[in-house]
């Protein structure tokens, strides 16, 4: 199968192929949050009299994740790590998730704007990273160039082939790489090579055209800053971690670790991990080069079942065989089954097969060892890798074109990107998602270099 080439920026991160092999509707994305409304879909601790942890639904709108833990710690008068969530969700949208606060805190104190909370109770158990099912969506994508009948029959014909197909490349969108600038997976790449300096000083300075100005002048001063004890009064507060991993260094000099791990947890293990995302959407993308299908397995594939809920159970992989090729096809055709790619860490090893070479071309060009995943300094970004699938199931679409706007309904597995879905449909350049994520328009090839770092 030939598929459609990437020729915007999201090449640069790996994402250099599109499934539909059709025009784009172009438009935007995000240029309202409620353009951009999500509901999480979980499994919500049982209720229990007395229980250790209130359970509240939490709907925030334009608020980033770990801000609104953050100022609803302050407010209750807590500590932020007594407070937890399933997942991040983009800032630039209307969100709906559970979260859990140890104890029995005075959630009515919460009182931010746009913030609402609701349907408290007490549960047995708190609320953590990955524990739900999935996401629904609701994306309006406004100012597109073609008309409406033309926006959809380009839908139709888009939304035939990924019914199809079973789904759509499940790229890490975006997002993954971070919010205005594109710094995440680069501060990860220098803390797998060792570079903890480069990787706080990359954090800190690194700077796109598309931020702030303010900011890029104040990162311009952080940039090979030495006098952090100066320099800490003038960060403003919209520059919270900067302002933490600076606070760090001021009393203690040279501490690069302590400047990284001075920031929340789930920020910590996102660096490394965002590395990863760059080196599983280049190693799919080649897959998709090659002419190997995405949803049918081949020798050699890793294959991982689902569980009732239709959740990977990556614990299980099975190696697709000679003997168990045409069982495993139809378990993967049932939808019991996800043929997946490795996100390359310290325990990772290379297959046998097609996809093995593959795999082995790309670590190998980009002069990576297992053991550089390992990292004792900073134990929370060290990483012994995991599968992720190729394909991302798609459910319950709906769409609806009217008067210069589109919309689409949909629900996705946890842990995958609406907009890789919504690049399917717009093929727009990345500037045009009007996504404080999606700013990407710099040239990521030097970043990308096997030198870097």
Known sequence: MSYRKCLTAEAEIGMRNYLCDTDGTGGHLKTLPEDFIVKEISDPPRAKENGDFTIAEITSRNWETNRLVRIMARTLGISKERIGFAGTKDKRAVTTQLMSFQGNPDLEKIDLKDVSVSGAY????????????????????????????EASRIISEN??????????????????????????????????????????????????????????????????????????????????????MAGVLSSDPG???????????NLQMMFVHAYQSYLFNETLSRRMDAGIPLNAPVEGDTVIPAD?????????????????????????????????????????????????????????????????????????????GNWREILCPLRDLGTEVSGGTYRLKFSLPK??????????????????????????????????SVGAG
């Not at 002048?217 to 971690?241: F, H, V």
């Not at 890789?420 to 040239?443: G, I, N, P, Q, T």
């Open 415 to 448: 842990g995958n990107y609406a907009t890789c879905l919504l690049r399917e449909f717009m093929k727009s350049e990345m500037r045009d998602y009007r996504s404080e994520a999606v700013f990407l328009v710099l040239d990521m090839r030097r970043v990308f």
């Open 159 to 244: 939304a035939s082939i990924i019914r199809k197909t079973g789904g759509f490349p499940n790229y890490f969108g975006v997002q993954r790489f971070g919010a205005v600038r594109p710094v995440t997976h680069l501060v990860g790449e220098r803390i797998v090579r060792g570079d903890f300096e480069g990787a706080v000083r990359t954090y800190l300075s690194y700077t796109v055209p598309e931020e702030d100005e303010e900011l890029r002048d104040m990162r311009k001063q952080l940039s090979g800053c030495t006098g952090w004890k100066d320099i800490l009064p003038l960060i403003p507060e919209n520059m919270a971690y900067e302002k933490m």
């Open 122 to 149: 007490r549960g047995a158990r708190k609320i953590q990273i990955g524990d739900l099912i999935g996401n629904s969506f609701e994306v309006t994508v406004r100012d597109y160039a073609v008309t409406d009948e």
């Open 308 to 384: 009732s809920s239709g959740i990977p159970q990556h614990e299980n992989p099975i190696t697709a065989t000679s003997r168990n090729l045409d069982l495993v096809a139809r378990q993967v055709r049932a939808g019991r089954a996800f043929i997946s790619l490795q996100l390359f860490g310290s325990d990772s090893t290379f297959r046998d097969g097609e996809m093995g070479e593959i795999e082995r071309k790309v670590i190998e060009e980009n002069g990576l060892r297992a053991e550089d995943f390992n990292i004792p300094e900073l134990s929370r970004c060290s990483s012994k």
């Open 255 to 265: 501490n690069w670790t302590g400047a990284i791990e001075v920031l929340p947890n």
